[in-house]
């Protein structure tokens, strides 16, 4: 086994990890509400 293949798959598995949580908080906004309630924000007002 190459000395290189524990790094080589370290950065692919971080690259999956990211595109993974990427793609499940897509469409939420900072505080993990799901965007379509964003218009609510600052009117003191719960969906």
């Not at 692919?12 to 309630?37: H, K, M, R, S």
Request: charged share 15%; proline share 6%.
């Amino acid at each position: 086994m190459s000395i290189w293949m524990l790094p080589a798959a370290a950065i692919v598995g971080a690259a999956f990890l990211i595109g993974l949580g990427l793609y499940l908080t897509d469409g939420y906004d900072d505080q993990g509400e799901p965007l379509e309630y964003s218009h609510h924000q600052g009117e003191g007002d719960q969906p």
